[in-house]
């Protein structure tokens, strides 16, 4: 008889705490997660914290959260699952009651972009394990990861692209700072600007010549593509991704000389093509690297047909082409505007280059370096 009624007690406790964390499981519990910055660059490590806090008396002995992100987010210390681009993470706690838990994550951002974690999923189990329960929780958080620049400087650099100043032969008005010789003077010419000393030597009134310069500015143009003949999306994304480092050098060279630039590509953004306005400073620079972060390496027209529609902006005084690739309309491309500078990233098989073209290639600096792709585009 005893025995009976402990049976029944045993059956009575767990029907109702079956029933109690069937209807009270996820009652009172409120789940955050959050990064530490919401902007980093590439390479570098964030922390990425949850916070649960169950906030009623019973305990729920195994609760675990999943969620899913991509697999350029290397999470630390965790035996993780990695299906294509995506990882799935699965975090296990013990939750006491009127509790708060908190844990933090490492996170490594291997690769630039933006990701997110829209949602994760909450499990938990009663004390016997009898029944599991699961809820959805949305998240929408997000991470942008800027590209992280190679320097070739010391590559590519010259004088008529890091001065501030360039000649020209038209201007509105004379650059009184900027002297292109000595002439006769004319009686419409100001008397401050007589050369005594040259006036002195030739017996006659000398004039110092003032020349008409402008101030130096460069439209960036970024090929996505990574090889001539390709679909939508870039079969090399490597060289591609060098492309995009490398852009993101030369954003950083024009701000550090204080050098207007724009940036044009041959993708969307949002649905949007890719042109920036001209400008200079840390803001412009800063939100020329966000449009970076936001590229898919997809291209939405193809390049030769791009550069052939491009309207160059007749204010610009350089342009920057950087290319995975070479070919003959881009070359052609170069001849026909003023002040047109390629940087090659990838393989280049093209020969017989015009010399009157300024063709700079960085596959041997950067497979010395160990960042690109060492495979020839096919």
């Not at 160059?312 to 052609?332: M, R």
């Amino acid at each position: 008889m005893l025995l009976f009624f402990l049976i029944v007690a045993i059956c009575l406790i767990v029907y109702i705490q079956n029933k109690l964390y069937t209807k009270r499981m996820f009652h009172k519990i409120d789940y955050h997660c959050y990064f530490s910055n919401c902007e980093v660059y590439e390479g570098d490590t964030v922390e990425l914290t949850e916070e649960i806090c169950n906030a009623k008396w019973l305990p729920i002995p195994w609760f675990k959260s999943e969620f899913t992100t991509s697999k350029y987010l290397e999470f630390a210390q965790t035996l993780s699952i990695i299906t294509d681009k995506k990882r799935f993470i699965s975090s296990f706690f013990l939750l006491k009651g009127n509790k708060k838990v908190k844990r933090i994550w490492k996170v490594k951002c291997a690769k630039r972009g933006v990701f997110t974690i829209d949602k994760v999923t909450l499990i938990g189990s009663d004390l016997l394990g009898n029944f599991e329960g699961s809820l959805p929780v949305s998240l929408n958080i997000q991470i942008v990861v800027l590209p992280k620049p190679i320097p070739i400087e010391e590559i590519t650099a010259s004088n008529k692209y890091l001065i501030g100043e360039i000649a020209v032969r038209h201007q509105l008005i004379e650059d009184p700072f900027y002297l292109c010789g000595i002439r006769e003077y004319t009686d419409l010419d100001p008397m401050n600007r007589i050369n005594w000393l040259a006036s002195a030597k030739e017996q006659k009134l000398m004039i110092n010549q003032n020349g008409y310069t402008t101030k130096q500015s460069i439209q960036l143009i970024l090929n996505i593509q990574s090889q001539e003949y390709e679909r939508d999306y870039a079969i090399n994304e490597d060289i591609v991704e060098d492309c995009i480092r490398v852009t993101t050098d030369i954003i950083y060279q024009s701000l550090q000389y204080n050098i207007p630039i724009c940036f044009l590509s041959n993708t969307l953004v949002n649905n949007t093509p890719v042109i920036s306005s001209i400008g200079t400073g840390h803001f412009h620079a800063m939100n020329l690297c966000r449009i970076l972060a936001h590229l898919e390496c997809k291209r939405d027209i193809e390049f030769d047909s791009y550069l052939s529609n491009l309207v160059i902006d007749n204010t610009v005084t350089d342009i920057i082409l950087v290319t995975s690739y070479l070919n003959q309309a881009i070359i052609s491309f170069a001849q026909m505007h003023r002040n047109v500078k390629i940087i090659v990233i990838g393989y280049s098989y093209y020969s017989n280059i015009p010399k009157d073209c300024d063709i700079c290639s960085l596959y041997e600096y950067l497979k010395e370096r160990g960042t690109n792709n060492e495979k020839q585009p096919a």
